[in-house]
């Protein structure tokens, strides 16, 4: 319960800041206004967003037929994590990355970029694939719409103080300080919102490890994951960077320390939290990944073949992603 925890703790600040702003430069009325504006815009962008992301990526829905292997693996794993079964996307990307999308778990995808499925093990693949089944059960995108909304609201509120804050006599902080706030309070939220997006991505690894069945897969992938996205571009997050929070990570090349305004935590850090769940689960309590292909399946080893190396490269999913 530590990442639920944190995250209502940032979430609780992200309203008290925005109540003591409203108090402060925009009034009752004024705060309300925003926030109600805020929540609109946000609301049709979270009904909406499956589509415009997927669009945007130029996603490719994969089926049993195209790309059984990845399919049947995200079903299995949905399945013991208690979800129905989400759509699944192919990428057109040399970039290994990944992401989960949908307004609820009943309108959920997954995609997996063609880089992914080419350079990752099987076990590797299964447990990113987890990871983002865990921000599908943990509704990430919802909390992710609400601190956007409240984000959103503070920025407008900081605007109203400036347009409409009235003579300088009548402005609480004076006319330096509406100007100062005007500038810090967006800074303030992007912060705090941005802490969220960090907090989650832990919450997603720890129940995306217990998903897969081995928090060290997906060590092994975060490791392997950063150092080939830090070589190769992603021209379309590149594009749309404000997709970047999306991915498993970050696609844009950011810097390794937890940044106040990184979406992603410090992948060194991740992999030392998953490293001590696995060191703290007793031994052979970790339930036994998904099989795929026969009775032992790609997944019976007990931790993934390509760690440190480049691993089994994957036949027919690749393929599926292909464009003919």
């Known amino acids: 319960m530590q990442g639920y925890a944190k995250t209502a703790v940032l979430m609780a600040g992200m309203t008290a800041l925005f109540m003591a702003i409203g108090a402060l430069i925009g009034g009752g009325s004024g705060a309300m206004i925003a926030l109600g504006f805020a929540a609109v815009t946000n609301l049709l962008a979270w009904w909406n967003s499956d589509k415009a992301v997927l669009s945007m990526t130029g996603a490719r829905e994969v089926d049993s037929r195209s790309a059984p292997y990845l399919v049947q693996m995200v079903h299995q794993m949905a399945d013991r994590a208690g979800l129905p079964p989400p759509r699944v996307y192919v990428i057109e990307s040399d970039q290994p990355n990944a992401f989960a999308t ?13 880089g992914l499925l080419r350079s990752m093990s099987q076990e590797e693949i299964a447990a990113v694939m987890a990871h983002e089944l865990a921000h599908i059960k943990s ?24 347009l409409f804050g009235g003579s300088n ?41 217990e998903i897969c069945g081995n ?88 931790a993934p073949r390509a760690a440190g190396g480049r691993g089994e490269r994957q036949t027919s999913v690749p393929r599926a992603g292909r464009r003919r």
Not at 102 to 114: E, L, Q
Not at 144 to 160: K, P, Q
Not at 251 to 266: E, G, N, Q, V, W
Request: no cysteine.
């Open 102 to 114: 949908g307004r609820n778990p009943d309108n959920a995808a997954v995609a997996a970029t063609t």
């Open 139 to 162: 509704r990430d995108t919802l909390i992710m719409s609400v601190t956007a909304t409240m984000a959103g609201a503070i920025s407008m509120l900081a605007n109203f103080a400036f």
């Open 169 to 209: 006599r009548d402005r609480p902080l004076g006319a330096v300080g509406t100007m100062a706030m005007m500038i810090l309070a967006p800074m303030a939220a992007a912060v705090v919102q941005m802490a969220i997006s960090r907090s989650r991505e832990y919450e997603a690894d720890r129940i995306g490890a």
């Open 215 to 302: 928090p060290l897969w997906l060590a092994s992938a975060l490791r392997r994951l950063e150092g080939l996205a830090l070589r190769i571009d992603n021209p379309t997050a590149e594009r749309n960077p404000a997709l970047a929070h999306m991915f498993i990570v970050n696609p844009l090349h950011a810097h390794a320390r937890d940044k106040l305004f990184s979406t992603h935590p410090s992948t060194a850090n991740r992999v030392a939290a998953l490293e001590a769940m696995a060191a703290a689960s007793p031994r052979g309590a970790a339930p036994v990944a998904p099989a795929v292909g026969g009775a032992a399946g790609p997944f019976a080893s007990g």
